[in-house]
């Protein structure tokens, strides 16, 4: 026998299933109740940086659309800082958060073709601390968390910018993907002849091109 | 290259035993949106530490009212209750300024959605989601009507027990969680299949709300008690490695 631990065990995970627009995006789900809804500006005009676009697919494993899925996006700003009490990573520096920058956006598809379009900025490179880490530059990402029905718990992955070619070689998250081939799986296409230009990115949640998702 | 700062201790991992896994049979949708390759294990960034924060200017007066929030002239249908409880980390210190959302059926069973088709009817005066902060304790209180049990197509037999769904942001984005809270003595809760995708019963019991008789309103409501947890992280400071290359 020995002492117990007092740690507390996480509440368990379930689906959001197939209504979880009801309660995070009410207006999705057909109907007008919050005077403000949450999570539909990333980042408004005010923003600096580059505007871009971001459309794509969520694929199960048979290469249907998960229509019914919902995206949570969270991004640094063009400078590479997130709006959030925690990024020190530069003290003396005075980031640029205007008021309609929030970094934190709700992505919802068309429920008929599951094609998810989104508007932001492109992020800057955001520094990589933290033990076990190396101190080295993360290349632009956005990060992204998805639920749907018959997801059992909420799943996270990055999305880079196939633009960013030497910062992505020198990613250090993307350098812990062993494959070459897997780490293609988390790079956007940019697509310059539409303005704003538009970066293409579908995600597999199963398959020979299977996303890689993340243990955070 | 900024030299980093001191940040706040990592979060604790998150235990993959405790959690329902992705490929679970018998909740048939999971078996083609489940990730076959195993998850990649990072080291926690400014990406994963830090996230969305939420202030009481984001909500409006009556958002954690589920009964008069979608009131058109008159009170929603069902049995009126109070789904109490306190948001703490694994080390058990409270979450104040926790966003915690909700989302339930009304008393029929059935969700304000486009997508349901269930047969039993629309509540006119009820929409069937809430949201609200936790306070500087943690705690957090909402008003609804208990939702129905309703049938779903995974088998022919399947009913989901009565339930309200939970979202909970804490202070970071890996410390995002969505799950479901069911109410006690509920027999639909052990034949369920969503339910039955967590392996250990010390963790469903972890979803199921007593009946809080204590915080009941005499002549009003009933009241069930959730308290939620999310992870924790060490409780110590660290430096960056700064020797790092």
């Given at each position: 026998?020995?002492?117990?631990?007092?740690?507390?065990?996480?509440?368990?995970?379930?689906?959001?299933g197939?209504?979880v627009?009801?309660?995070?995006?009410?207006?999705a789900?057909g109907?007008?109740?919050?005077e403000?809804?949450?999570?539909q500006?990333?980042?408004?005009?005010q923003?600096?940086?580059?505007r871009i676009?971001?459309?794509?697919?969520?694929?199960?494993g048979?290469?249907a659309?998960v229509?019914?899925?919902?995206i949570e996006?969270?991004?640094?700003?063009?400078?590479?800082r997130?709006?959030?009490?925690?990024?020190?990573?530069?003290?003396?520096?005075?980031?640029?958060?205007?008021?309609?920058?929030?970094g934190?956006?709700?992505?919802?598809?068309?429920f008929?073709t599951?094609?998810?379009?989104?508007?932001?900025?492109?992020?800057?490179?955001?520094?990589?601390?933290?033990?076990?880490?190396?101190?080295?530059?993360?290349?632009?990402h956005?990060?992204?968390?998805?639920?749907?029905?018959g997801?059992?718990?909420?799943?996270?992955t990055?999305?880079?910018?196939?633009?960013?070619?030497?910062?992505?070689?020198?990613?250090?998250?993307?350098?812990?993907?062993e494959s070459?081939g897997?780490?293609?799986?988390?790079?956007?296409?940019r697509?310059?002849?539409?303005d704003?230009?538009?970066?293409?990115?579908?995600?597999?949640?199963?398959g020979?091109s299977?996303?890689?998702?993340f243990d955070? | 290259?900024?030299?980093?700062?001191?940040?706040h201790?990592?979060?604790?991992?998150?235990?993959?035993?405790?959690?329902?896994?992705?490929?679970?049979?018998?909740y048939?949708t999971?078996?083609?949106?489940?990730?076959?390759?195993?998850?990649?294990?990072?080291?926690?960034?400014l990406?994963?530490?830090?996230?969305?924060?939420?202030?009481?200017s984001d909500?409006?007066?009556?958002?954690?009212?589920?009964?008069l929030?979608?009131?058109?002239g008159?009170?929603?249908i069902?049995?009126?209750i109070?789904?109490?409880?306190?948001?703490?980390?694994?080390?058990?210190?409270?979450?104040p300024?926790a966003?915690?959302?909700?989302?339930?059926?009304?008393?029929?069973g059935?969700?304000r959605?486009?997508?349901?088709?269930?047969?039993?009817?629309?509540?006119p005066?009820?929409?069937?989601?809430?949201?609200?902060l936790?306070?500087?304790?943690?705690?957090?209180?909402?008003?609804?009507?208990?939702?129905?049990?309703?049938p779903?197509?995974?088998?022919?037999t399947?009913?989901?027990?009565?339930?309200?769904?939970?979202?909970?942001?804490g202070?970071?984005?890996?410390?995002?969680?969505?799950?479901?809270m069911y109410?006690?003595g509920?027999?639909?809760i052990a034949?369920?299949?969503?339910?039955?995708?967590?392996?250990?019963?010390?963790?469903?019991a972890r979803?199921v709300?007593?009946?809080?008789?204590?915080?009941?309103?005499?002549?009003d409501?009933?009241?069930?008690?959730f308290d939620?947890?999310?992870r924790?992280r060490?409780?110590?400071?660290?430096?960056?490695r700064?020797?790092g290359?």
């Amino acid at each position: 026998m020995a002492q117990k631990l007092e740690h507390r065990k996480e509440t368990p995970s379930q689906t959001a299933g197939p209504y979880v627009h009801i309660g995070l995006a009410p207006g999705a789900a057909g109907f007008e109740i919050f005077e403000r809804e949450l999570g539909q500006v990333i980042a408004g005009p005010q923003s600096k940086g580059e505007r871009i676009r971001v459309e794509g697919r969520v694929l199960d494993g048979a290469g249907a659309p998960v229509t019914d899925v919902l995206i949570e996006v969270w991004q640094a700003n063009a400078q590479g800082r997130y709006n959030h009490p925690e990024d020190t990573s530069e003290p003396e520096f005075e980031p640029d958060f205007p008021s309609d920058f929030s970094g934190w956006g709700r992505v919802i598809p068309d429920f008929e073709t599951g094609v998810f379009s989104f508007e932001t900025v492109k992020p800057g490179p955001v520094p990589e601390t933290g033990p076990g880490t190396t101190g080295r530059s993360q290349a632009p990402h956005l990060n992204l968390w998805l639920v749907a029905r018959g997801i059992n718990l909420g799943l996270n992955t990055r999305m880079y910018f196939s633009d960013e070619v030497e910062a992505n070689a020198a990613d250090p998250v993307l350098g812990r993907i062993e494959s070459p081939g897997r780490r293609q799986t988390l790079i956007a296409m940019r697509d310059d002849t539409v303005d704003p230009p538009v970066y293409r990115f579908d995600i597999h949640l199963q398959g020979a091109s299977e996303t890689v998702f993340f243990d955070i | 290259m900024p030299t980093p700062g001191p940040i706040h201790g990592e979060f604790h991992a998150r235990d993959h035993a405790w959690h329902p896994p992705a490929l679970t049979p018998a909740y048939k949708t999971s078996i083609t949106r489940s990730p076959a390759q195993p998850l990649l294990s990072l080291p926690q960034t400014l990406s994963e530490i830090t996230g969305p924060t939420f202030g009481p200017s984001d909500l409006g007066p009556l958002d954690h009212d589920l009964i008069l929030n979608y009131a058109h002239g008159g009170d929603p249908i069902g049995e009126r209750i109070i789904v109490h409880g306190r948001v703490t980390d694994g080390n058990g210190r409270p979450v104040p300024g926790a966003l915690v959302e909700v989302w339930q059926a009304n008393a029929g069973g059935r969700y304000r959605h486009v997508k349901d088709t269930y047969l039993a009817a629309i509540d006119p005066n009820f929409g069937g989601c809430g949201r609200c902060l936790t306070g500087a304790d943690g705690t957090y209180s909402f008003r609804t009507i208990k939702p129905g049990a309703y049938p779903w197509p995974n088998s022919t037999t399947s009913w989901r027990p009565p339930h309200i769904h939970f979202s909970l942001f804490g202070t970071a984005f890996c410390q995002r969680l969505i799950t479901q809270m069911y109410f006690e003595g509920d027999p639909l809760i052990a034949l369920c299949p969503i339910v039955n995708t967590i392996p250990d019963p010390e963790a469903v019991a972890r979803l199921v709300a007593p009946l809080d008789m204590a915080a009941s309103k005499p002549f009003d409501s009933l009241a069930y008690r959730f308290d939620i947890v999310l992870r924790g992280r060490r409780s110590t400071l660290f430096e960056n490695r700064l020797e790092g290359n």
